[in-house]
C-alpha cells in the first residue's frame, strides 16, 4: 500500500537558518511527489514536485526537495528561513503504477514548521 | 483565475443532523477531489470525480456520505446523519485533466480554504 511518513510533528528554526522537512514514502513504483504549504485558516498551496529528471526540484518560494530513491526520501529544504515560512507542511505521493482508477493524493500528517526572530 | 470556493467555511451542527458543504472548482477542471483532516492526523482521500462520474470512491467512510456532481461543475458533499467523529477539515480540491507526460498524475491539485465541520 501506498504512504507517506512526515517523522516530525514540528520542526523550530531560527531566522536564517537552513531548514529541513523530512518526508518518506512507500509506492510500489516510481512515485511522483509532491509538498504543499498550508498557512492558518487558508488551503493547501503547492510548492513543488518531483515527477521525474533532476533529483532536486525547485519550487515556490525558495523552497527545494530532493529526491533520494535509495532512501526513499523527498526531504523539502530552504537555505535561510523567514518568520513568515512558518506553516503547516505536507508531502504527499502518487503512484501511477498502483492499481487505482483515480489519481488521488495520499498525503502524510504534516509537519509544523514554526520560525522564530 | 478564481481558486477553488468551499461553502460553508465553518458549520457546527448536533449528532444526527443533516450538513451539506460544497465545492466551486476552478472552472475547466474535470478532476474534482474530495478531502478530510482530522485534528492532527492526516489528509485522508474520500473520493474523486472526473466531470459528473465517479472515479474512486474508495476513501468514503460509511454509507452516510454522499457526493455528487451533477452537470460536471459544482459539487456537495452530504453528511447524513452526522456522528461525533465526522468533525474535521473537509477540503475540495480540482485538477485539469492533463495530456502532457504522465497525464494527469503530474498535475497539481488546486485546494480550496476548506470548511471545517463540528459535529457535537
Known amino acids: 500500500a501506498q504512504s507517506v511518513a512526515q517523522p516530525e510533528d514540528q520542526v523550530n528554526v531560527a531566522e536564517g537558518n537552513p531548514l529541513t522537512v523530512k518526508c518518506t514514502y512507500s509506492v510500489s513504483g516510481n512515485p511522483y511527489l509532491f509538498w504543499y504549504v498550508q498557512y492558518p485558516n487558508r488551503g493547501l498551496q503547492f510548492l513543488l514536485k518531483?515527477?521525474?529528471?533532476?533529483?532536486l526540484v525547485k519550487g515556490s518560494y525558495g523552497f527545494e526537495a530532493e529526491f533520494n530513491k535509495s532512501q526513499t526520501s523527498f526531504h523539502l529544504k530552504k537555505p535561510s528561513a523567514l518568520v513568515s515560512d512558518s506553516a503547516l507542511y505536507f508531502c504527499a505521493v502518487r503512484d501511477p503504477s498502483a492499481n487505482q482508477a483515480g489519481t488521488a493524493l495520499i498525503f502524510g500528517k504534516g509537519t509544523t514548521l514554526s520560525v522564530s526572530s | 483565475e478564481a481558486g477553488v470556493t468551499q461553502f460553508p467555511s465553518h458549520s457546527v451542527i448536533e449528532k444526527g443532523q443533516t450538513v451539506t458543504l460544497r465545492c466551486d472548482p476552478i472552472s475547466g477542471h474535470d478532476n474534482l477531489y474530495w478531502y478530510r483532516r482530522v485534528m492532527g492526523k492526516e489528509i485522508k482521500f474520500l473520493l474523486h470525480f472526473v466531470k459528473e462520474s465517479k472515479q474512486d470512491e474508495s476513501g468514503m467512510p460509511n454509507n452516510r456520505f454522499l457526493a455528487e456532481r451533477t452537470g460536471g461543475t459544482y459539487s456537495t458533499l452530504k453528511v447524513q446523519p452526522a456522528e461525533l467523529e465526522d468533525s474535521g477539515v473537509y477540503f475540495c480540491a480540482s485538477s485539469t485533466l492533463s495530456t502532457g507526460a504522465g497525464g494527469s498524475y503530474n498535475s497539481p491539485l488546486h485546494f480550496g480554504n476548506g470548511t471545517r465541520l463540528t459535529v457535537t
Open positions: 518531483y515527477i521525474t529528471g533532476d533529483n
